[in-house]
């Protein structure tokens, strides 16, 4: 039971059920695990609230000002995203740790590119538009292109002096780098590694999170509570503190240039 443990919804009192019956004294983090898991139980409980006072949605007449009323687009965006994410975490761990490589294959194209369509096509078809247009797949504006190639150079040393500061606030421990990271992908053949870490992301992530995620909530919210969404959520699906910071900056600036160029 860690303090990061501690703060985790259900996670957290089943850990410190767990010690205290072991016996093991550590009764400050039980005290944390106990008020972490009454906040949190304290915000679902204030969320439940406010989504059964549908009262004024219920009175709406037309369903375009109901679903309005209810957010209806960005909340159930939002449930197939963090759905995605939790199968993630606990199939793609699991592929992943019995093999890199095929495991995180399966993991994009089985698990998040599925969700993802599967999202989509539930907002695409409240919107009454096609699966292509909510997921940003329309033609891109020459000039758009050129300043989406244009960052490119400029994330990568942006990036690079983001995990630097984040290095000495939170660095990496003993052992933990790019190599242990990525382990057996750093032994394939050059056309393997772009497959596996540009191209397939460049597919399943984004069709996830810039493309159903963000189709879902920019109908809801304005640009800057969508990035903002967009980007912790992006994230976290790395299952990484220490590279929250550069993947969420990453996520936030391309969800910023899909919606400024109204294209995936």
Same mark, same amino acid.
């Given at each position: 039971?860690?303090?990061?443990?501690?703060?985790?919804? +259900?996670a957290?009192?089943a +850990?410190?059920?767990?010690?205290? =019956?072991?016996g093991?004294?550590?009764?400050? !983090?039980?005290?944390?695990?106990c008020a972490?898991?009454?906040?949190?139980?304290w *915000?679902?409980?204030?969320?439940v609230?406010?989504?059964?006072?549908?009262?004024?949605?219920?009175a709406?007449?037309?369903?375009?000002?109901?679903a309005?009323?209810?957010?209806?687009?960005?909340?159930?965006?939002?449930?197939?995203t963090?759905?995605?994410i939790?199968?993630?975490y606990? $199939?793609?761990?699991?592929?992943?740790?019995?093999?890199?490589?095929?495991? +995180?294959? =399966? /993991?994009?194209w089985g698990?998040?590119l599925?969700?993802?369509?599967l999202?989509?096509?539930g907002?695409?078809?409240?919107?009454?538009?096609? +699966?292509g247009?909510t997921?940003?797949l329309?033609?891109?504006?020459p000039f758009?292109?050129?300043?989406?190639l =244009?960052?490119?150079?400029a994330l990568? =040393?942006g990036?690079g002096e983001l #995990?630097?500061l984040q290095?000495r606030?939170l660095?990496?421990?003993d052992g &933990?780098?790019?190599e242990?990271?990525l382990g057996a992908l750093?032994?394939?053949? *050059?056309?393997?590694?772009?497959f !596996?870490?540009?191209? /397939?992301?460049?597919?399943?992530?984004?069709?996830?999170?810039?493309?159903? *995620?963000?189709s879902?909530?920019?109908?809801?919210?304005g640009?800057?509570?969508t990035?903002l969404?967009v980007a $912790?959520?992006?994230g976290?699906?790395h299952?990484s503190? &220490?590279? #929250?910071?550069?993947?969420? !900056?990453?996520?936030?600036?391309?969800?910023?240039? /899909?919606?400024?160029?109204?294209?995936?």
């Amino acid at each position: 039971l860690l303090w990061s443990a501690a703060c985790t919804p +259900l996670a957290g009192s089943a +850990l410190a059920v767990r010690e205290t =019956l072991a016996g093991s004294g550590l009764s400050w !983090l039980v005290a944390t695990a106990c008020a972490a898991q009454l906040a949190w139980a304290w *915000l679902f409980v204030r969320r439940v609230g406010r989504l059964l006072d549908g009262e004024r949605a219920l009175a709406a007449g037309d369903e375009e000002r109901e679903a309005a009323a209810r957010a209806v687009q960005s909340r159930r965006a939002l449930r197939w995203t963090m759905g995605a994410i939790f199968a993630l975490y606990v $199939v793609g761990g699991a592929l992943q740790a019995w093999n890199l490589v095929l495991g +995180l294959a =399966l /993991t994009l194209w089985g698990i998040a590119l599925p969700l993802a369509l599967l999202s989509a096509r539930g907002t695409a078809r409240r919107a009454r538009e096609s +699966l292509g247009q909510t997921l940003g797949l329309t033609r891109v504006a020459p000039f758009a292109l050129l300043g989406a190639l =244009l960052l490119a150079p400029a994330l990568a =040393l942006g990036a690079g002096e983001l #995990f630097a500061l984040q290095q000495r606030i939170l660095p990496l421990p003993d052992g &933990y780098n790019a190599e242990s990271m990525l382990g057996a992908l750093l032994t394939l053949p *050059l056309w393997a590694k772009l497959f !596996l870490i540009a191209i /397939t992301p460049a597919i399943c992530e984004e069709l996830l999170f810039r493309g159903a *995620l963000l189709s879902g909530l920019r109908r809801d919210h304005g640009w800057w509570r969508t990035t903002l969404i967009v980007a $912790v959520l992006f994230g976290l699906v790395h299952a990484s503190i &220490y590279r #929250f910071l550069p993947t969420g !900056l990453l996520g936030a600036i391309l969800a910023m240039t /899909t919606l400024s160029s109204r294209s995936l």
